[in-house]
């Protein structure tokens, strides 16, 4: 079975610092890729996902997240964070085909200090 | 579209009572999940159907737990008898198959449940 781990459980930013979120996977065969927001008090929302071809992807309100295929690896990154987003932000991982289930991280809570 | 559909948003009831959470998934998708989401444990996956099926209910706590999908337009996510420790966010997510490849989950608002 898959799993991923997200290393930073918290991580506290000024304003306009640059931001990288760790996220390593365990799997041995194809997958495809998700970063997840979390606003407070509100439910899961699509960041950005990776299905196939270039492995930078650009997701919405400026962050992006490359995959690194040899590393296992999918970081997401920001290189100028705004308080609004503070959150909690979500890896998630599906094996390609088949019924496999979505294997989300820990979760890495992220708060930006105006 | 509206949205993954839940409800109630909120539910508050007393140790041992039934409760019942409904989720109304986006119309055409195929898969559906329930989520358990809490400060010490995450988000936790319960279960998930495929085609009103369910697929993998490994996640479900105990027996206390049950899921249905009666259609492809509704599912429950029951709990008999609840317990304090129950309490929780439970968040219902769906998704299609898309071009071969499932896509990216749809959350609803979730389903904030206290148990006393």
């Known amino acids: 079975a898959q799993s991923v781990s997200q290393h930073n459980h918290h991580v506290i930013l000024s304003e306009a610092a640059s931001l990288e979120l760790g996220c390593n996977y365990s799997y041995g065969g194809t997958v495809n890729l998700f970063w997840y927001v979390q606003y407070p008090g509100q439910h899961l929302q699509l960041l950005l996902k990776?299905?196939?071809?270039?492995?930078l992807v650009k997701g919405i309100k400026g962050f992006e997240a490359e995959f690194i295929k040899s590393k296992f690896s999918f970081n997401l990154r920001k290189p100028s964070v705004q308080w609004s987003d503070t959150a909690e932000y979500f890896c998630a991982v599906i094996p390609s085909g088949g019924y496999q289930k979505v294997t989300f991280g820990t979760g890495t809570k992220l708060q930006v200090i105006p | 579209d509206a949205g993954v559909i839940q409800s109630p948003r909120h539910e508050v009831t007393e140790m041992g009572q039934e409760v019942t959470l409904r989720c109304k998934p986006i119309s055409g998708h195929d898969y559906l999940f329930w989520y358990r989401q809490t400060m010490m444990r995450g988000l936790e996956l319960l279960i998930y159907?495929?085609?009103?099926?369910?697929?993998?209910d490994s996640g479900m706590p105990e027996d206390r737990f049950s899921a249905k999908m009666p259609n492809a337009s509704f599912s429950t996510l029951k709990i008999q008898p609840s317990e304090p420790r129950d309490s929780a966010v439970y968040f219902c997510?769906?998704?299609?198959?898309?071009?071969?490849?499932?896509?990216?989950?749809?959350f609803g608002p979730g389903t904030r449940l206290t148990v006393l």
């Open positions: 997510a769906s998704s299609a198959r898309l071009a071969g490849v499932r896509n990216e989950q749809f």
């Open positions: 159907f495929n085609n009103n099926v369910p697929i993998d």
């Open positions: 990776y299905f196939s071809g270039d492995p």
